[in-house]
């Protein structure tokens, strides 16, 4: 396995003034502490996707396939105005061009994370990526709620016709809101531990009301708090991504599957979270989002079932190590960026 990183979330979070809740090392020390612990050497590639396509092409054709995380991910943050407008767009899709002409190159498996907004949020059932039209199978309609989930519903354009037209093999994840911090491997030692996003802009629901109930802040639900989210646990995320690279789409196959493990109701998220935390108090907020109050949401996820995904539920213990480990950081919390300032 080898690491291709631009430090892009790095950068961003310092110039948000909003780093990581828990401590993040540098990433050459984080390779170097996994390797003293597994005995495994993961090269790090200090590399800008935008940019070095010669560069990039010769890595992906180094390894046997490629996993695409590289894509600017907060929803809050793309709609920060224009200029992280255009970031999130030119960013996002000038990095997966440039992987998709490198694997015309060097044809590998490519998993790639989507995200369960793609589709909009609707109580039909929603399939895996693909319905019937016309004798036809097509794309689900899609209706992004942000810039950020509009350019992931346009990665899916151009998954479908590198796949069509040139036969790749491409998986989409099409994940949902992750909760969660340590995974059995970033458990291992806290010179692996993952970020802990909670500011307005980068921190996702549920990790945000356990980071706030553990400091003492009212739990900050949007509008009604009716919103319906698919939701996974970071451990999860991993085990789905193993089990894509390990069940490679066929050639000339765009395959989706809807990485969730249950989907949530917000209100009932910052309700579980105070009766965990007892004195957690819960402020209904004026939504910042241009969002629906209220709506159901049903979505299939059988397909990474029947490679032998068991998911992992809510559940009491892994929010209470979520709670713990953001008491035990709770000092460097920066309370002015934990409301959502970002309003569209
Ligand atoms: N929300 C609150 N209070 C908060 C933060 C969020 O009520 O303090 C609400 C939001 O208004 C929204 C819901 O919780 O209705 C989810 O918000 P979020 O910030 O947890 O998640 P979102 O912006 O949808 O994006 C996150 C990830 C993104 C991923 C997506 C999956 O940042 O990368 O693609 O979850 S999904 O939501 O299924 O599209």
């Not at 989706?256 to 109701?265: F, H, L, M, P």
């Not at 996820?301 to 190590?321: A, F, K, S, Y």
Request: glycine share 8%; charged share 25%.
């Amino acid at each position: 396995v080898s690491i291709v990183d631009n430090f892009a979330r790095r950068n961003i979070a310092n110039q948000l003034g909003a780093p990581s809740l828990t401590p993040i090392t540098p990433l050459l020390e984080r390779t170097k502490r996994w390797q003293e612990l597994s005995g495994k050497r993961i090269p790090a590639y200090l590399t800008d996707i935008c940019v070095d396509r010669a560069g990039l092409a010769r890595l992906v054709g180094e390894h046997d396939a490629v996993v695409h995380f590289g894509e600017q991910r907060s929803a809050p943050y793309s709609m920060k105005g224009m200029k992280r407008r255009e970031y999130t767009i030119s960013n996002n899709l000038t990095g997966t061009t440039n992987l998709l002409n490198a694997l015309l190159r060097h044809p590998r498996p490519l998993v790639h994370l989507g995200t369960a907004g793609v589709y909009g949020y609707s109580s039909q059932s929603v399939p895996e990526g693909w319905v019937r039209w016309n004798d036809e199978w097509r794309l689900h309609p899609m209706k992004p709620g942000s810039i950020y989930h509009a350019s992931k519903c346009m990665d899916q354009i151009l998954f479908d016709f590198y796949t069509r037209n040139d036969g790749l093999a491409i998986t989409d994840l099409h994940q949902g809101v992750v909760w969660g911090t340590q995974t059995e491997q970033t458990g291992l030692h806290p010179d692996l531990i993952n970020r802990f996003d909670y500011d307005g802009d980068y921190g996702t629901v549920l990790n945000r009301f356990l980071m706030q109930a553990a400091i003492g802040h009212p739990l900050t639900v949007h509008g009604t708090g009716g919103q319906t989210r698919a939701f996974i646990h970071i451990q999860d995320t991993v085990e789905c991504v193993r089990l894509a690279l390990e069940n490679p789409a066929e050639w000339g196959q765009y395959r989706i599957y809807n990485q969730i493990a249950e989907t949530q109701r917000v209100r009932d998220l910052a309700q579980k979270v105070a009766s965990l935390v007892a004195e957690a108090q819960i402020d209904y907020l004026e939504n910042p989002r241009k969002e629906a109050e209220e709506n159901d949401l049903e979505m299939d996820n059988q397909g990474l079932q029947e490679l032998g995904w068991d998911p992992i539920t809510l559940d009491d213990r892994l929010m209470e190590e979520v709670t713990e480990i953001a008491r035990m950081y709770s000092h460097r919390v920066v309370r002015n960026r934990i409301y959502c300032t970002s309003e569209w």
